[in-house]
C-alpha cells in the first residue's frame, strides 16, 4: 500500500502541471509541405521508371539532410520525389540520384529483411496523431519492407500490407515507384486532409548514411512527431475490404523411434482461415479459426534449471500484428523486469500444464500427448478513432486436450492435460496533446473448464487490470510513464494453496513476518505499479524510477512475471555523441543505480555498472561494461524455507564486431562473472556472417559457456524428527549451443531457409554440503559439508539421502525433486521453401526434425555429442501449406 500512497500522492502533485500543458504547449518545430496531386487522365504502371509525363509535372521536393552520420549535413546524394493519387492508391515516386551508379547496391532478400542495401522508405502518418505511421521501403534489388510505427518512436516490423513497388537502376542512379492501396492505411475521412509525411534513403557505403525529407537532429526526441506534412488530400473515402485468407495443410510425421510399429508414419490434413475487416470508424477486425503455426521456426533450445519459467518471444503471425496496442507493460528498460506484462501471447496456445496419468495395472506401452494446445478460434478488432482513442479486444478459445497412453495388454486411457479455456482482453488508451499525453486502461480474463478433468490444481479463473499514463512535456524533452496494475485469481482451495507456495512468491518463508499462508483460501488478489521519469533528449539523458509487485500479484495466465514481492528503485545516466571525430562515428557512455527490497523492507541488494559502446570510423563497433553488486538476502534459493545470504559479485562484458555492410562480418561477445563465494562463469559468443552472393546469406553462431558453481541447489530434506535439511553442492556446468542459417532467396517472391540447432549440456554435482547458517556472509559459515561416506546414490546416480552414523539406515531423505548429473542433447532443424505466387497468398513446404537425448551421468564431449545426435531417434515433419489472399 506504500507504493499506492506514493503514486497516488505523485500523480496529485504533476496533474496540474500536466493539465495546463494539455492546451497550452506548441509545437515551434520545423514542418516541410509537400502537395499531393490528384490524377484525374492519367495512368501510372509501376515499374521504377518513373517515364509516366506526370512525374515531371508535378511539384518535386528534395534537399534531403543527414541523420547519419553528418548529423545536420546536406545529403551527400540528391534525392527528390513527388506525390500524387487517385481514388484508390497514393502515388510516390523517388528519384535517387548517383554519382557513381555502379556502387548502388541492392542485395536480394526475403521481405522484410534488412540489409546493407541502398534503400528508400515512405512513412506516412494517416492518423495524423504524430504518433502512428505506416512505412513502406524499397531497395535497390526491388526488396519489399513495411512496418507500422507506433508510441511515436516504437515499431511493429510484423505489420504486413499488400501494395505495390518497383524499382529501376539506370545512368543517373536508381528510381522507385511505389502504389499504397488506400485500402491499407488507417484514417478518418474528411472533404480535404492533411497526414504526416517523411521520406528517407539509406546509403550504406557512405558510413550508413541515412538521409531524411523532414528533418530533426539526434539530439531531438521523438520519431514520427517530427514528420513533414502532406497536404490537399480531397475526396479520399476510407475502404472497408473484407480479406479473406483460407489455408489447406497436409502433414507427414515420421517418427524413427517406432520404426518397427504401424505409427511410424502418421498423415493428417486440415484447414483454416484469417479474416480481416476494415471498418468506417478506423477500427479493424482481424479473426483466425483452426490457425496452423506449422512454419514458424522453433523456439532456441535450452535446459532451466532455475525454479522460473524463460520468456520466448511470440513468433506466430496472428498475435504479432498489431500486438502493441494490446500490451500493457509493467516492466522498464532492458533487465529482468523488461518482460513484465499482463498480456504475453504465448499464454494461448501453450504446452499442456498436464501430465499423462496412469491406470496403475499394466505396464506402459506409449504415449501420445500433444506439444501444444490447439486454438479453436481467435478474433481482435484493433484501431484508433479520430478522437485519438485507440481500442484494442481480443478474444481466444482453445480447446480441451487429452493425453492417450497405451499399455502392454492392449488397453488404453485417456486423461486431460489442459482443459478447455477462453481468454479475453480490452484495452482503451486515450491520446492528448497530439499524442504526448496518453491514458489508458485495460482489462483481461482467463476462464478454464474444470469439471470432469480432475485438474482442480489448476486456478478456475484469473482476472487482471490497470490504467497507465504517459506524458511528454518540456518541449518533449522529459517523459513521466506509470501504471498501475492488479490481479484477482479464483479457484479451490487446492489451487489458490498451490498458487501461494509457488516459486515466485513462496508464502511459507518461515522468516518473512509480511508472508502467511492461507489453506483454506480460495482466491488471491494483488498490485503492481510503476513511476518512471527522466529526459530524452539531446547528448544527455537520463532515468529515474520505481517498480513493485505485491507479493499476491498473480498475473501468469494470461500475462507473465518471474517473480513478485519485489520493490525495484533505479537510476540510469547517459552520455552519447553523434558528431563524427577522428577515429569514431559516434559512442555512447551509461552509468547505473539499482536497489530492490521485498515488501516486508528486506534489502535483496544494491549495484551499479559502467558501460560503453562506440562506432569506429571504419564501421566496426566495440562495447563493454562493469557491473558491481552488493547482494542481499536471496527469497528463493531454499525454494520455500528461509531467505539465504547472497554473494558479492563483480561481472564484466565486451563485444567487437565488424563492419556489417561487407560480404564477410564478424562478430565476438565474451562475458565473465565471479563472487566472493569463488563462483566462476564464463561465456564465448563468435558468429560470422557471409554473403557469398547478394541473394544468398549464410550465419554460424557458436555459443560457449562454462560455470563453477561452488552452491547450487539439489533439494531438501527431511530427517526423523522432522526437521528440514537444505542440500546444496559444487557445480561444474559446461554448455555448447551452435546455430547455423542459411538463406536463399531466388527472387523478390521464391526464397528458401535453413535453420539448425544443436544443444549440448553437461552437469556434474560434487562435494554436497547442508545450510549451517543461512544468514552467514561468509560461504565457510554459511555451509557445512558431507562427508563422502555418508552419503548414499540412488542407481542413476542422484543423491537418496544421509547416513550420518554409517549403520545403513538412512538419516535424511529426500523431500522434494533432486538435480543429479546430467548430460542432455538436443538438434532441431527446421527448412522452409515460401512462394508468394501472387500478392499476400503464399504457398509454404516445410520440413523439420527434432532429435533429443538424456543420461544421468556427468559427460561433456561436443563431439562425441554431436556425433550422438545424427544417430539418435528422431521425429520429422514434412508439411504442405497453401493460403490464398481473397479481396471480398
Known sequence: MRIM?????????????????????????????????????????????????????????????????????????????????????????????DDEPALVTGILTRRDESSPSDWVYISVDSYYDHRTAFEFGLNAAGVKQDLRRFD???????????????????????????????????????????????????????????????????????????????????????????YVSPYVMTQTAVNDKHLNQADHFENGADFGADIRKSFALGLTFSGTINPDFGQVEADPAEFNLTEFESYFSERRPFFMEGGNILNFSLGFGDGDNSANSLFYSRRIGRVPQGGYVSNGTAAVSSVDSPEFTRILGAGKLTGKLNNGLSIG????????????????????????????????????????????????????????????????????????????????????????NSAIAFSHVKGSQASILSTQLNPSRYFQRPDAPHLSVDSSATSLSGFGAKFIFGRNNGKTNFYTG??????????????FMRAVDNINQFIWFSYKNREPSKYLLNYRINFNEWANWTFGGESKG??????????????????????????????????????IQGSDNLSTWASLGSDRRRELSLQANGHAFTSLDDVLSLSFSPSIQWRPKKNIALSLGPDFQFMDDTWAWITSMTDSSGGTHYVFSDLTLSQTNITFRANVTLSTTLSFQFFTQAFLMGADYENFKEVADNTARDINNRFTGYPEDQLRFDANGALGGVDLDNDGIIDYWPASYVYSDVNYRELTSNMVLRWEYSSGSVMYLVWSRGASAYDP??????????????????DNIFLLKINKLLNL
Open 606 to 643: 544494491f549495484g551499479g555498472n559502467v558501460n560503453a559502446n562506440a562506432t569506429l570510423t571504419n564501421n566496426w563497433f566495440v562495447g563493454g561494461g562493469i557491473n558491481l553488486n552488493r547482494s542481499g538476502i536471496v527469497p528463493f534459493h531454499l525454494h520455500g524455507g528461509p531467505s
Open 857 to 874: 551421468f556427468w559427460e561433456f564431449d561436443p563431439g562425441k555429442d554431436l556425433k550422438s545426435l545424427i544417430d539418435v531417434a528422431d
Open 546 to 559: 520505481l517498480l513493485a509487485t505485491s507479493p499476491g500479484l498473480e498475473i501468469n495466465d494470461l500475462g
Open 5 to 97: 500512497l506514493i503514486l497516488i500522492v505523485g500523480f496529485g502533485m504533476l496533474l496540474p502541471l500536466f493539465s495546463r500543458g494539455l492546451a497550452q504547449e506548441n509545437d515551434e518545430r520545423h514542418v516541410r509541405q509537400i502537395s499531393a496531386v490528384r490524377l484525374t487522365d492519367a495512368s501510372i504502371e509501376i515499374d521504377g521508371r518513373l517515364n509516366e509525363s506526370i512525374w515531371n509535372r508535378i511539384p518535386q521536393q528534395g534537399n534531403f539532410i543527414q541523420r547519419d552520420p553528418d548529423d545536420g549535413a546536406s545529403s551527400s546524394q540528391e534525392t527528390e520525389f513527388a506525390v500524387c493519387y487517385d481514388t484508390e492508391f497514393l502515388y510516390v515516386g523517388i528519384r535517387a540520384f
Open 152 to 242: 511515436d518512436e516504437s515499431l511493429d516490423f510484423d505489420w504486413d500490407a499488400v501494395w505495390a513497388g518497383a524499382v529501376n537502376q539506370d545512368a543517373e542512379g536508381w528510381s522507385a515507384e511505389f502504389a499504397i492501396p488506400f485500402r491499407e492505411l488507417r484514417f478518418n475521412s474528411a472533404a480535404e486532409m492533411t497526414w504526416g509525411l517523411n521520406v528517407y534513403r539509406e546509403l550504406p557505403r557512405n558510413n550508413n548514411e541515412l538521409a531524411v525529407w523532414n528533418y530533426w537532429s539526434h539530439e531531438e526526441t521523438g520519431f514520427v512527431s517530427n514528420y513533414g506534412e502532406l497536404t490537399d488530400l480531397q475526396g479520399i473515402q476510407p475502404k472497408m475490404p473484407v
Open 393 to 480: 479486444l481480443m478474444s481466444a478459445i482453445t480447446a480441451e486436450e487429452r493425453a492417450t497412453v497405451s499399455y502392454v495388454d492392449g488397453t488404453t486411457s485417456t486423461n486431460v492435460v489442459e482443459p478447455a479455456t477462453t481468454y479475453l482482453l480490452g484495452r482503451v488508451q486515450q491520446d492528448y496533446r497530439g499524442g504526448f499525453t496518453t491514458v489508458g486502461g485495460i482489462l483481461t480474463a482467463t476462464m478454464r473448464s474444470l469439471d470432469g478433468t480432475d485438474m482442480e490444481w489448476l486456478r478456475e479463473s484469473a482476472y487482471t487490470g490497470g490504467m497507465d499514463f504517459n506524458h511528454r512535456f518540456g518541449d518533449q524533452k522529459y517523459d513521466l
